[in-house]
């Protein structure tokens, strides 16, 4: 399968702990999207990365959230000292260069207890 | 802030019936628009885009959307659906020449009964 990966796919975790997801994109793509669905919302974005270059936060990215794409290639979404409102699935999209279509992995459903 | 607003969280239909899901959105430039689809169980995809050219837009199985400008808005139609097209739908907006985030609604759930 050549499509966007995201793992793990399912995370419980208690409040207060830190937690990582990673997102590997199709091959080709040079842009990398991480966006956040809460139920019965569309997704919401959260960050925006060209190659390694992180150019775009959305405000709902606080302090305690940090994402990273060292290589350019895959990219790592972490939440510090988590809490229930962060409860929700996570999803990463990829594209390439110019006006081009997002495709996106099956997300990474987090559950803060 | 652009958004986007989608006019019915739910949908029922029986199979055969036509489809019409609404979006409007609010920006004032140059927009590009999606529809995209979740079935049950999988990932968004792709039902089809505007960017420029012809505002009415035909996607896969079926699905075509008009842009209408003076409306802001850009409508997901079908003329007949059918059990399998049992999914969410997700309109979607990107400023034309922006960092490309694209700025979601917050879905229709169209169940088709057979």
């Known amino acids: 399968d050549t499509g966007v990966s995201q793992n793990p796919r399912h995370k419980i975790t208690k409040r207060g702990q830190n937690v990582t997801f990673r997102c590997d994109p199709i091959?080709?793509?040079?842009?990398l999207y991480w966006y956040r669905q809460t139920l019965g919302q569309g997704p919401e974005f959260l960050t925006y990365f060209q190659n390694e270059a992180q150019l775009e936060k959305s405000r709902l990215l606080s302090d305690r959230f940090s994402a990273e794409r060292p290589k350019g290639s895959f990219s790592t979404l972490e939440i510090q000292r988590t809490e229930q409102g962060d409860s929700a699935m996570y999803l990463c999209a990829s594209s390439s260069a110019g006006e081009s279509e997002q495709f996106f992995g099956p997300g990474t459903r987090l559950t803060v207890l | 802030a652009q958004s986007v607003s989608q006019h019915n969280h739910h949908v029922i239909l029986s199979e055969a019936a036509s489809l019409e899901l609404g979006c409007n959105y609010s920006y004032g430039g140059t927009v590009n628009l999606f529809w995209y689809v979740q079935y049950p169980g999988q990932h968004l995809q792709l039902l089809l885009k505007y960017f420029s050219g012809d505002p009415l837009v035909k996607g896969i199985k079926g699905f075509e959307a008009e842009f209408i400008k003076s409306k802001f808005s850009f409508n997901l139609r079908k003329p007949s659906v059918q059990w399998s097209d049992t999914a969410e739908y997700f309109c979607?907006?990107?400023?034309?020449?922006?960092?490309?985030?694209?700025?979601f609604g917050a879905g229709t759930r169209l169940a088709v009964h057979p």
């Open positions: 091959s080709e793509h040079n842009r």
């Open positions: 979607a907006v990107r400023s034309s020449g922006g960092y490309n985030k694209l700025i």
